[in-house]
């Protein structure tokens, strides 16, 4: 190695993934992910079990980050981490973790708006989309249509307005009786079944603007009249059920993805966040790029949900513009882009 190797270590405690990556001139040399598997008996993620977990989880996987890279934390040269949007106990361990390292070392601090952490996941590897693209953010918190014009230069030009596109594939699922996380189990079934057995509204906005609350209440209804009925109905139905409801939120998605690159006359689309890994989206998405000529890019799977890899890339892009943090920097729960 040289002397001239700028080593960044950069964190990630956003939501109930606690993770540590390493990146070395742009080149990420590891991603290591602690999963917390103790919500899945509460349905949900409880705040307070996230952050306790973090705790446990945050100094052995930096000790293996750091010791699988080759290096000790003397070669560092930056400090990154995610400063939101998040769950604020989640965030803050995180956080005081990094500004404690750092101003231990005497080094840079940069933070990382979680949501351009995910649309640079896709500098991670090859192939990478061209500027200016559209990135469709797709997780259990956000779905929001980005202009990507530069690394450091993005804009949100449509956002739901209530649930996230994750939290309508969790919340239908629960209202089937699957478990938590729900999202992946539709997907799972829905591959079985015939995605025009049952009709669901598609919510109509203005503009690029999303809104995913009326599919739940749709299918919370749809369920009731058909259990009257039958009670067995979810049972002897799931698989077409589970694949009605995720047709209905991917039509929802490609509807503002085609309005975008007609709007805006750009042809390279990319998608980001937990959701894309959803096989379904990745499909049409695939079927969309044939049809209209698009190139479209989708990460791995491993750099789709919560990663420090993510982190690390969008830190390497702040470290080059010298755009660092002061140490009195908090955590925001709520962060804007």
């Given at each position: ?30 991603n290591i ?31 293996e ?5 080759g290096?000790n ?26 500004k ?28 990478k989309?061209s ?51 729900g ?15 049952f009709?669901?509204p ?30 067995k ?10 694949a ?11 509807i ?6 007609k709007?805006?006359g ?72």
């Amino acid at each position: 190695m040289g002397t001239n190797d700028n080593f960044i270590l950069a964190i990630e405690s956003s939501c109930d993934e606690t993770s540590a990556s390493i990146i070395q001139d742009g080149k990420v040399l590891n991603n290591i992910v602690a999963t917390q598997s103790v919500h899945e008996k509460y349905g949900g993620v409880v705040p307070e079990l996230a952050s306790r977990a973090h705790q446990e989880n945050l100094i052995p996987v930096v000790q293996e980050a750091v010791s699988s890279a080759g290096i000790n934390l003397d070669q560092l040269s930056a400090v990154a981490f995610t400063r939101g949007p998040g769950l604020m106990g989640s965030l803050l361990v995180g956080v005081s973790f990094a500004k404690a390292l750092a101003f231990g070392k005497n080094i840079p601090l940069i933070e990382v708006n979680h949501m351009q952490a995910h649309i640079l996941a896709h500098f991670i590897e090859d192939p990478k989309p061209s500027f200016p693209f559209i990135c469709l953010t797709v997780s259990g918190g956000h779905t929001q249509l980005v202009l990507v014009r530069d690394f450091l230069q993005m804009e949100v030009i449509g956002e739901t307005q209530d649930d996230a596109v994750g939290e309508a594939f969790d919340k239908t699922a629960k209202l089937l009786g699957l478990p938590y996380p729900g999202g992946p189990l539709i997907d799972k079934y829905a591959k079985e079944g015939d995605p025009k057995a049952f009709k669901f509204p598609v919510t109509r906005m203005p503009g690029l603007n999303y809104s995913f609350s009326g599919i739940k209440t749709a299918v919370l209804y749809f369920l009731r009249d058909q259990l009257e009925e039958n009670p067995k109905f979810i049972e002897e139905n799931l698989n077409d059920l589970c694949a009605s409801i995720q047709y209905t939120l991917i039509e929802m998605l490609q509807i503002k993805l085609k309005q975008a690159v007609k709007q805006y006359g750009i042809r390279e689309i990319a998608i980001a966040g937990g959701v894309s890994a959803n096989s379904g989206l990745r499909n049409s998405l695939q079927v969309l790029a044939e049809k209209h000529q698009w190139n479209v890019y989708i990460p791995k799977f491993e750099y789709c949900t919560d990663n420090a890899a993510m982190i690390a890339m969008a830190a390497y892009y702040k470290y080059l513009a010298k755009d660092f943090s002061s140490y009195e920097v908090t955590p925001l729960a709520k962060m804007k882009f």
